[in-house]
């Protein structure tokens, strides 16, 4: 309600700007993320109509700011522009509400993925310490065997094993 004392609002165009449009206000609230029953509160007069507001207002309404309050349009202002708009939000919800729903199904699948991969990791540790033991242990083992044998190279023969010396060399 507006008091006697407050300074008179120059006379504006919203409403018939915005109907032009083909918002309703619920829709340029949302768009602009502004409170419920602001836009009214605007249209009526009992709110104050900053230069800010005029700008924010007149992409919406495919206007020059100063034309919101020169008068109301003289034709059907350009709908596809803040229709287009609008349901690119829309869009844009649709496709979070989407993203959540994915991320709710796929969170218990990735982490059972991890607690495999680091199953899986813990046993490539473990066989790889495995097989460095091994390899030590074949090693040691090399040694003895080759220290109880006289220490002959690998691959050499006993004299025993070798051929008889060739008559007449």
């Known amino acids: 309600m507006k008091s006697e004392t407050a300074e008179p609002q120059p006379p504006n165009h919203l409403r018939a700007w915005r109907r032009a449009s083909g918002l309703t206000q619920t829709q340029v609230e ?21 230069d800010q507001v005029l700008a924010m207002l007149a ?4 206007c020059e700011p100063a034309d919101l309050l020169r008068g109301p349009p003289t034709q059907k202002a350009d709908k596809p522009k803040v229709a287009a708009l609008y349901e690119a939000e829309q869009t844009l919800r649709k496709l979070l509400d989407d993203f959540h729903a994915v991320k709710a199904d796929l969170v218990p699948i990735l982490e059972a993925l991890e607690s495999q991969m680091t199953r899986v990791r813990a046993a490539v540790a473990e066989t790889v310490d495995s097989a460095v033991e091994a390899s030590a242990m074949l090693a040691h083992t090399t040694a003895v065997l080759t220290a109880a044998i ?10 025993s094993e070798a051929e008889p010396p060739v008559e007449g060399s």
């Open 150 to 159: 006289g220490k002959k190279p690998r691959g050499a023969r006993a004299e």
């Open 59 to 62: 992409p919406l309404y495919n």
């Open 30 to 50: 949302k768009v602009l993320g502004w409170p419920q029953s602001r836009v009214s509160h605007l249209e009526l007069g009992n709110a104050s109509l900053t």
